[in-house]
């Protein structure tokens, strides 16, 4: 059965540096792609991090570049997510997703799903206080 487990979320002052990580386990074969995604009340997922395994290739959403990084530890099976220079528009929960070339596009592919052959976490919180 595979378990992804989010661990790091905190409270932080503005301009603070959080590192999430995200162990994952019971997996065949390690994901095409690893993502972050966070939801904040009242808001819409947004993905906010991803990496393609096999290459270690990152990618980014717009608001969070030059500001987060995504790494990948295959040995550990384990995600990181390094945030720093944090801004109160962060806080959200935060979620570790596994998957295919989907996950590497924030599902914003024509037919890309959130939950066909994609597994996710149960998410860690990310307070940002001004």
């Known amino acids: 059965q595979v378990q992804l487990v989010e661990s790091g979320g905190d409270s932080v002052q503005s301009g603070g540096s959080l590192r999430l990580s995200c162990a994952a386990s019971g997996y065949i074969d390690i994901p095409h792609c690893m993502g972050w995604f966070r939801q904040a009340p009242g808001q819409e997922r947004e993905g906010v991090a991803a990496?393609?395994?096999?290459?270690?290739?990152?990618y980014y959403a717009d608001p969070v570049k030059g500001r987060f990084s995504i790494s990948q530890d295959n040995t550990k099976n384990t995600t990181y997510l390094q945030m720093s220079s944090l801004k109160p528009e962060d806080t959200a929960m935060y979620y570790c997703?596994?998957?295919?070339?989907?996950?590497?596009?924030?599902?914003?592919?024509?037919?890309?799903?959130?939950?066909?052959?994609?597994?996710w976490g149960h998410g860690t919180q990310v307070t940002v206080s001004a």
């Open positions: 997703a596994g998957g295919g070339f989907e996950v590497c596009r924030f599902f914003k592919g024509p037919r890309d799903s959130a939950s066909a052959n994609v597994y």
């Open positions: 990496i393609y395994t096999g290459g270690q290739t990152p």
